[in-house]
């Protein structure tokens, strides 16, 4: 049972252009969510997080969106560059789970010159 | 920012042969680390969990007797992968975390791979 869904296996985008990456959830119990960059043969590198408490977050070119009734986040990347292609991922946790963080299964990103 | 050290990058060896994977925390104090597996184009299997100074918590499915993990300290973890086969080849990868309310910080993982 995936509790967090990335259902894009990957996305091509143009450089400067707006890079969108969604994530779906299941379990309403999640109040913490984060998502990850991975390049190839290296650990994910942590971008942004949200709380259940906020709806947008924003870190320089890094927006996350968070649409609790619909279960529903996204990350927004503007202007995307080429040094952005790579894995992301969406991880969730909450509380009563013990903060345990449960990943999706990635949405690769092209970002085209 | 947090900086995770996992160490060897990449192991090959014979089958048969035990194998200790080191993760270390190294500008802050890790309460809990982390240990996933990475399937090629597949999303990270958490393993276990792990607390300093006390057992791990296995994820339904990991043989504990098979992946040993000992976190000695608050910025030590190790996970050994005894007797390893040919089916434990994979990327292992750990992370750790400062508080429970604070985000992952993960290695660059280690490519194992069992001839």
């Known amino acids: 049972d995936q509790q967090v869904k990335q259902n894009s296996p990957s996305l091509s985008v143009q450089e400067g252009r707006i890079s969108i990456l969604n994530c779906d959830y299941t379990?309403?119990?999640?109040?913490?969510f984060l998502w990850y960059k991975k390049y190839p043969a290296e650990g994910p590198t942590f971008l942004i997080s949200?709380?259940?408490?906020?709806d947008k977050n924003e870190d320089g070119r890094f927006t996350v969106f968070l649409n609790k009734s619909a279960k529903h986040l996204s990350l927004h990347i503007v202007p995307s560059q080429p040094g952005d292609s790579a894995v992301y991922f969406c991880?969730?946790?909450?509380?009563?789970?013990?903060?345990?963080?449960?990943f999706g299964a990635g949405t690769r990103l092209f970002v085209k010159a | 920012g947090a900086v995770v050290s996992q160490h060897p990058s990449r192991v090959i060896c014979k089958s048969g042969t035990s194998v200790k994977i080191e993760c270390r925390s190294l500008?802050?104090?890790?309460?809990?680390m982390f240990w996933y597996r990475q399937f090629p184009k597949q999303s990270l299997m958490l393993m276990a969990t792990?607390?300093?100074?006390?057992?791990?918590?296995?994820e339904q499915g990991v043989e504990k007797d098979k992946f040993l993990i000992n976190h000695a300290s608050l910025t030590l973890s190790t996970l050994t992968v005894t007797s390893a086969h040919p089916e434990d080849s994979s990327f292992y990868i750990c992370?750790?975390?400062?508080?429970?309310?604070?985000?992952?910080?993960f290695g660059d993982g280690t490519r194992l791979s069992i001839l």
């Open positions: 992370s750790a975390r400062k508080a429970s309310n604070q985000p992952q910080h």
């Open positions: 379990n309403s119990m999640f109040d913490y």
């Open positions: 949200i709380s259940s408490i906020k």
């Open positions: 991880a969730a946790s909450s509380y009563g789970g013990g903060f345990k963080t449960i």
């Open positions: 500008d802050f104090q890790a309460t809990t």
């Open positions: 792990s607390n300093e100074g006390s057992k791990a918590t296995y």
